[in-house]
């Protein structure tokens, strides 16, 4: 989703102007980032809390030559998500689990099951546990057979 997205979004639920929604949604992105170069840490409750962290100077490779490079220290935004972004983003997570496992059900019942080593029935209907008819092992089916 873009800015722009967001501006129209809000804009048809509030009922203001596309160009006034705009003026406050970047009002707000401005006071988010001046706060983060100040005071480097706001917390919005239920969304989550932005920080400003210092990355060590450090070492590094440079994977095409070779060559030992060394890394500056440097400030970057870390973001941290709250409780309940976090538990709608897992809701979105199970319920996206639970439809990938319907379709590996339907596409199952569709197919049916194509591995060769799926137990037959035994003697009751029920596959045993070791996989073979009756619970005898194919070595034995076939010497009875034999005889």
Do not use: H
């Not at 983060?36 to 100077?57: T, Y």
């Not at 060394?70 to 309940?84: D, L, N, R, S």
């Not at 596409?107 to 591995?115: D, I, K, L, Y």
């Not at 080593?117 to 073979?132: E, F, I």
């Amino acid at each position: 989703m873009t800015k722009k997205e967001i501006v129209k979004t809000i804009s048809e639920e509030i009922g203001l102007t596309q160009l006034k929604t705009k003026e406050i949604v970047q009002k707000t992105f401005d006071a988010i980032v001046d706060t983060l170069v100040q005071d480097e840490r706001i917390e919005l409750r239920n969304f989550g809390v932005f920080e400003v962290k210092k990355r060590a100077a450090r070492k590094a490779r440079n994977p095409r030559t070779g060559e030992k490079v060394f890394v500056p220290e440097k400030f970057v935004v870390t973001f941290k998500p709250g409780k309940e972004m976090e538990e709608r983003v897992r809701e979105l997570e199970r319920k996206a689990n639970e439809q990938a496992a319907a379709a590996v059900a339907q596409e199952n019942a569709a197919t049916g099951p194509t591995s060769p080593t799926t137990p037959g029935p035994s003697a009751n209907g029920a596959p045993s546990a070791n996989g073979t008819l009756g619970g005898a092992s194919a070595y034995e089916a076939e010497s009875r057979s034999a005889t």
